[in-house]
């Protein structure tokens, strides 16, 4: 059974650098499945915000790519995001998730997500 969970800090403060990380138990991130983060917050609803595939390779948003990173770290089987300059705007809550159809947005497994607010 694949499991998620995210972990970083619950309040930011605006204009800092948000950092998020997803361990993966139960499965690899190199396996052929592809690795996501997604927010839902009131105002944007669900917002897929990027994804890391299996052989490393990393796809963003276009309305987040200039202020979003998505890294891994193999030898912990996890992945990471990072936002910058956040404003209370990204207060939202954040998955992460595994996808089985690549970009298609269709998931079979996710994180609990955590909430994260950001203080202006």
Same mark, same amino acid.
Not at 42 to 57: C, T
Not at 71 to 99: G, H, M, W
């Given at each position: 059974?694949?499991?998620?969970?995210?972990?970083? #800090?619950?309040?930011?403060?605006s204009s800092q650098t948000?950092?998020?990380?997803?361990?993966?138990?139960?499965?690899?991130?190199?396996?052929?499945?592809? =690795?996501? =983060?997604? &927010?839902?917050? #009131?105002?944007?609803?669900?917002?897929?915000?990027?994804?890391?595939?299996? !052989?490393?390779?990393?796809? *963003?948003? #276009?309305?987040?790519?200039? &202020?979003?990173?998505?890294? &891994?770290?193999?030898?912990? !089987?996890?992945?990471?995001?990072?936002?910058?300059?956040?404003? #209370?705007?990204?207060?939202?809550? *954040? *998955?992460?998730? &595994?996808?089985? !159809?690549?970009?298609?947005?269709?998931?079979?497994? =996710?994180?609990?997500?955590?909430?994260?607010?950001?203080?202006?």
């Open positions: 059974q694949v499991q998620l969970q995210e972990s970083g #800090p619950g309040l930011v403060k948000l950092s998020l990380t997803c361990t993966v138990s139960g499965g690899s991130i190199t396996a052929d499945y592809y =690795w996501a =983060w997604i &927010r839902r917050s #009131p105002v944007k609803g669900l917002e897929w915000m990027g994804a890391i595939a299996y !052989n490393g390779k990393q796809f *963003y948003s #276009p309305s987040l790519e200039s &202020r979003t990173s998505i890294s &891994r770290d193999t030898s912990k !089987n996890q992945f990471t995001l990072q936002l910058i300059s956040v404003t #209370p705007e990204d207060t939202a809550i *954040y *998955y992460c998730a &595994r996808a089985y !159809n690549g970009l298609l947005g269709e998931y079979d497994y =996710w994180g609990q997500g955590t909430q994260v607010t950001v203080s202006s």
